[in-house]
C-alpha cells in the first residue's frame, strides 16, 4: 500500500501517524506532499515519511491520494495533481464543502471519497462520515474505512449531501466543545479561582458528566433533571441560559457551520 498525502498540516498528518500507527503503510511508503516550507522541513525532522513539496510523477504510483488542503487552496492542487492521477488510484478528500463532483470534474478522474473527519483523530478517537462516487467499487470503500477507522469511528453516507451537516456537527464539533469548557472556565476565573483551579473544577467536571452520560440508562433531559433541584441552584443557570436563548444560539451556530461548508462548494 502506497500513499500520498497533499497538505500535511493538523488533519493530513492525524491520517498519517494513524495508518503509521495502525502498520497499514511504511514510512518509506508514505508520499507527504507540503508545500510550507518551515513544515515540511519538521516532517523531515520527524522522519515522517518521504516528504517532499511539490506535486509530481512520484503520485502516480501509489494506490491512494489524500487531499487535505484547506478548501480556498484546492484549485491549484487539482491543475496539478490531475496529470498524474492514473486508472485504479483512489482519491480521498477530507477538505469542508468540496462536493464530489466537483472533485471529479476538477480532477477529470471517477474515484472519488469524501470524508469529513475531526480533530481528536490526533489521539485516534475522532469521528468521521464519509461518502463515495458512484464509480467507486466496494473493495476500495472498504479500504477507505479501513483507514479512517484507524484514526477513530467511521461512518458510511449513502447521501453525501449530509456531509456538509457533519461539518456543522462533528466536524466543528470539537472547537464548540473547547467554546464551552472555555466560557465555564472564564466564569470560575471570574468568580475568583485562578485560572488552574478554576480548569481542574470545569475539566473534571466535563469529564465526569461524559462517562455518567454514557453508562448511565437517563435520557439527557433526566440527567438534567437530576442535577437540577427544584428551586435550586442549577435551576437558576438553566432558567438563564432559557432567557438568553443559549440553546438556539448553540444550534443556530451549528446551521451556520453547515451553511458555510455549503458555501465553500461554489
Ligand atoms: N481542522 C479541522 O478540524 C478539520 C479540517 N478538515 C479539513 O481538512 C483540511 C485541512 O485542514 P487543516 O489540517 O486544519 O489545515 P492546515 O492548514 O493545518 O493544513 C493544510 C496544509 O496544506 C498545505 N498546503 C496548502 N497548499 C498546498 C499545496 N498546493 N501542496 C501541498 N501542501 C499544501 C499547507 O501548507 C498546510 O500545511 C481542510 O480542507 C479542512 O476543511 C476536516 C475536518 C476537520
Ligand atoms: O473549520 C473548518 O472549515 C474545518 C472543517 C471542519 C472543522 N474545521
Redesign the pocket.
Known amino acids: 500500500m502506497k500513499i500520498a498525502i ?9 491520517f498519517a501517524n494513524s495508518f503509521i500507527q495502525y502498520n497499514l503503510v511504511k514510512k518509506e511508503d508514505l508520499l507527504l ?4 516550507k518551515e ?2 522541513d519538521i516532517l523531515q525532522e520527524q522522519k515522517a515519511g518521504v516528504v517532499v ?3 509530481s510523477e512520484k503520485i502516480s504510483s501509489v494506490n491512494l491520494v489524500i ?5 480556498q ?2 484549485p ?2 487539482s491543475d ?1 495533481l490531475k496529470q498524474y492521477l492514473r486508472p485504479g488510484q483512489l482519491v480521498l ?6 462536493p464530489i463532483k466537483k472533485i471529479q470534474e476538477s480532477l477529470s478522474y471517477p474515484l472519488i471519497i469524501r ?5 481528536p ?1 490526533l489521539l485516534g478517537m475522532g469521528m ?1 462520515a464519509f461518502a463515495s462516487a458512484p464509480e467507486v467499487g466496494l473493495s476500495d470503500i472498504r479500504l477507505a474505512e479501513n483507514l479512517i477507522n484507524s484514526t477513530g469511528r467511521a461512518v458510511f453516507l449513502e447521501e453525501e449531501s449530509l456531509l456538509d451537516a457533519v ?1 456543522g456537527l462533528s ?2 464539533g ?2 464548540y466543545f473547547f467554546y464551552l469548557i472555555k466560557n465555564m472556565i472564564d466564569a470560575g476565573i471570574a468568580m475568583g479561582f485562578d485560572p488552574s483551579m478554576s480548569a481542574l473544577l470545569v475539566k473534571q467536571t466535563m469529564l465526569g458528566s461524559y462517562h455518567l452520560m454514557q453508562t448511565s440508562d437517563k435520557s439527557l433531559d433526566e440527567l438534567i433533571q437530576a442535577v437540577a433541584s427544584k428551586g435550586g441552584t442549577t435551576e437558576a443557570a438553566l432558567k438563564t441560559f432559557g432567557e438568553k436563548e443559549v440553546g438556539q444560539g448553540l444550534q443556530k451556530g451549528i446551521f451556520a457551520a453547515r451553511d458555510r461548508a455549503v458555501e ?1 462548494a461554489k
Open positions: 497533499i497538505g500535511c498540516g493538523n488533519m493530513g498528518m492525524a506532499i507540503e508545500k510550507n513544515r515540511g513539496d511539490t506535486i487531499l487535505s488542503v484547506k478548501p487552496d484546492y491549484s492542487v496539478e478528500s477530507i477538505m469542508a464543502g468540496i470524508a469529513m473527519p475531526n480533530t483523530a468521521t461539518t466536524g466543528s470539537p472547537a465553500l
